[in-house]
């Protein structure tokens, strides 16, 4: 793996390919948007985060893995529209909850229109995301669409399950936790709608419901844990003009991170003190003092190097379940794009 | 219909029928609840609102119309809940956007857990509406089931301009409104999914399809606004412990009713500078003595009972459209159940 990581012509590649799928899915979802009124206070609002260049990940694992089992780009663009979609409202609405300030290098809804607004624009967004899917699974035999369908509202079922678990976390300062605990938590939050359902519903559709899908959870798993891990790490060490969101906002937040979670097991003595004290805190009582201390303690504890291990041997692990998910699947672009990935993910550490 | 409003049993007879639906929605709203995890933070927050005994007008409307058009109850259930499993969601967001403390006689989910999990809980009502609506329609021919599912969500959609355009309006401190915004924003915001869809999906499922849903729209559209108007009159005039909501809440939250917007028309000299700087203040800055002085001007301008007439005018109208609308559907219980909402509605202004 590290021989192909070190190749930066592989990270181009990917790059590129998602900037692609990021324009055509970028399109097609302010194309799906009803025409109507109030433009002000709905439809306006319900674009911004849509036309904001995203990394439309979900998107390409949609139609890469669909492509790979065999279908063509036509009968999945609309069910990766509508994950994009789906993704989208949830952004909206995590952003009101966790009072965030910035996405996507921009002002958040709730920053620029009001919660209330922005309460309907996530509202929307979830609305439309059904109306394309609808339309997208119409040409499909109707066990396979109503197949398509459950499980695009279980993985919707299962991010709201990892998003209320991360919000309880915080509200009720729960303290005792495990890297399992958090692995558990991401599943839900994350791996559902951001790799397992994307690469799913592509190999579902691509082999007319034959393909066996239960590798395709296990590496979905691994591989989307290994994203979010990344993710929470940008927002430690990252730079927030190329992050978009604003750096140490999980720290401000409480979030409890795999790292924060390592910190609090090992942290002794007064740190252990100055920890609790902290995640005690609300939002609006966590000085950038404060929050300096906890992040500074991250290196100091070693938390920061055991995050970035972890997400390696993670990786490892998906990369080995990639073979089995995909033994089947045509070789050619599409699956060289998705084995790509791992490694990827592996050169975005560095 | 005067003589049939004074009639008391009518009165507790369509009250009968409504407990007996709502306790029979209420039980399936909550067995279609998932089983999981997380429930202190999402599961059980879900099971508030419905768990709460609500009028089940829209079931009611749904589960009537559907039969005297000939369906079965078992084929029309599953949409029933569907509609009020969608309405619990409004509800939970609705109450997010107005800061409300109450709901039918409780504190609001986002009181008593938090805006995160309000916000949370009302996207899982919203899924959990569309897993019941998905497995109600398998049944029915799949374009028979597409029409209704591609209803359901633009119903879903005109309520959310209406939400969005009345929040607008308030934010936005709008002032020129005249009665036909007003009965617009009420279309959107009420009538689509309290009576024209269920009445609509009724007709449709009953009918397979062949009933001649434009005159169902008409009905709809004035016993449905006709209901709001009542609602909203209700917030004025009404018993906190009966009515299950803050009374004068609407007035606190700058909420532009029929009574409101007639005010703005007719107020003059000092009282027209009270009202405008009672507009453009937040509802914190909103005191009891404000909301009380704008309450007393409303008795002493007639809008009242101006809200009173043009009620009364409306479902005069309604009561006309609903022969037109029921033409071709059968004679019995439930065809008089529908008919005998509107002098219901006439006698609960007294």
């Not at 036509?74 to 993704?87: D, F, M, N, Q, S």
């Not at 809804?109 to 997208?136: F, M, P």
């Not at 709201?160 to 509200?171: D, M, N, R, V």
Request: glycine content about 8%; hydrophobic content about 45%; proline content about 4%.
């Amino acid at each position: 793996m590290t021989s192909v990581a070190d190749d930066p012509d592989l990270v181009v590649a990917v790059e590129d390919r998602l900037r692609d799928v990021g324009r055509q899915v970028r399109r097609a979802m302010l194309d799906a948007m009803p025409d109507g009124e109030p433009v002000q206070w709905l439809y306006g609002p319900m674009r911004e985060y849509p036309a904001r260049p995203g990394k439309a990940l979900r998107a390409a694992l949609c139609l890469s893995s669909g492509r790979a089992f065999g279908a063509d780009s036509a009968a999945l663009l609309g069910i990766a529209v509508a994950i994009e979609l789906l993704h989208n409202a949830f952004l909206v609405h995590d952003d009101i909850a966790d009072g965030s300030e910035m996405r996507r290098g921009r002002p958040t809804l709730s920053a620029s229109h009001g919660l209330a607004a922005a309460l309907n624009a996530g509202d929307g967004l979830a609305i439309v995301a059904s109306q394309v899917l609808r339309k997208a699974t119409r040409p499909l035999d109707r066990e396979l669409a109503d197949r398509v369908l459950a499980e695009f509202d279980t993985m919707a079922l299962r991010t709201l399950e990892g998003q209320a678990t991360e919000i309880g976390w915080q509200s009720d300062h729960v303290e005792d936790l495990v890297p399992a605990d958090y692995l558990e938590l991401i599943m839900h939050k994350t791996c559902w709608y951001t790799t397992i359902y994307p690469l799913r519903v592509g190999a579902l559709i691509g082999s007319a419901g034959t393909a066996d899908l239960a590798p395709l959870i296990r590496f979905g798993f691994h591989f989307g844990a290994a994203f979010q891990i990344r993710d929470d790490l940008l927002n430690l060490i990252g730079d927030e003009r190329t992050y978009g969101k604003e750096i140490l906002g999980d720290l401000y937040e409480g979030k409890r991170t795999l790292t924060l979670v390592h910190l609090l097991d090992v942290a002794r003595g007064s740190d252990r003190a100055v920890l609790r004290d902290y995640l005690r805190r609300s939002r609006a009582e966590r000085s950038p003092e404060l929050v300096r201390t906890v992040r500074t303690m991250m290196d100091d504890y070693g938390s920061i190097d055991f995050t970035r291990e972890y997400a390696e041997g993670i990786l490892l692990v998906a990369e080995d379940y990639f073979e089995e998910a995909f033994a089947d699947a045509r070789p050619g672009p599409d699956l060289d794009f998705l084995r790509s990935l791992v490694p990827y993910v592996w050169a975005r550490w560095r």
